[in-house]
């Protein structure tokens, strides 16, 4: 008989863990929420389609229509993305499917620009948090990051890739100005994501009082260091680099 105690209370004490690690809702709730923020990576200037999950807490018989709106705190060009203003759940379903296009209006590779949606509450109904959509160019083929340290004289460093086997430029912090460089009047550092194909490069970065500058780095996503300075270049300094 004892033994027979134990075990219903250990029962009892596993299922009650179990309740409280998953935290279900009870069958009856009435609840919406989205599923978890999500990054959505556009086709360089292109347009891209996507589906953004809603969940109920049970499920019904028949069609559950479900509001939500764009609140002010989003940055994304109102003319980068259209989606309705409302989700339907099927009946004998709980999920549901929001149609998102995005634009790839003046997006980039590494500062996300968001919308941030928010379903309508009412008598009855609870809702989640809001979600929060960020919107990326993808990039094709490796992203490498740049990340530059500033001295006093910010607007003295120009820097630059070049294609090691023509010579033609790839991109740069530029066009060059002596003196009067792109981050003129910015102080601290910075982060700078690049998105280059495979092939064999050339780094360049320059200081017009020929003094050198704050430390700087190419590296890839994987940590890989494609070049790296503590700033005492002088005029400049070069290397090469490739990506497979």
């Not at 709730?29 to 599923?35: A, H, I, K, S």
């Not at 959505?40 to 479900?66: H, M, Q």
């Not at 500062?111 to 009855?124: F, H, M, N, S």
């Not at 033609?168 to 998105?195: F, H, I, K, Q």
């Amino acid at each position: 008989m004892k033994n027979y105690k134990l075990l219903l209370l250990a029962i009892v004490a596993v299922f009650a863990f179990s309740c409280e690690e998953e935290k279900i809702e009870a069958p009856g709730t009435n609840y919406v929420t989205f599923e978890k923020d999500r990054t959505l990576e556009v086709t360089p200037d292109g347009t891209s389609s996507f589906e953004v999950l809603v969940y109920t807490a049970n499920i019904k018989g028949s069609d559950r229509t479900f509001n939500f709106s764009i609140l002010d705190g989003s940055t994304a060009d109102p003319a980068s993305y259209t989606m309705p203003t409302s989700v339907t759940i099927p009946g004998g379903s709980n999920v549901g499917v929001i149609p998102v296009s995005v634009t790839d209006v003046d997006l980039d590779l590494a500062t996300a620009k968001t919308i941030v949606i928010q379903l309508q509450g009412e008598d009855g109904l609870s809702v989640g948090e809001p979600m929060t959509l960020s919107l990326l160019e993808q990039c094709l083929f490796t992203k490498v990051v740049f990340n530059i340290s500033f001295d006093s004289w910010p607007e003295e460093v120009y820097w630059a890739i070049f294609d090691g086997n023509t010579g033609d430029l790839v991109t740069e912090n530029g066009p060059y100005a002596a003196y009067g460089n792109a981050y003129a009047g910015l102080s601290g550092s910075l982060s700078s994501t690049l998105c280059l194909e495979s092939g064999d490069y050339l780094f360049f970065i320059s200081d017009d009082y020929c003094d050198g500058a704050g430390p700087a780095s190419l590296s890839t996503l994987d940590g890989t260091t494609l070049f790296s300075t503590n700033g005492g270049y002088g005029c400049g300094t070069s290397a090469p680099f490739t990506l497979p």
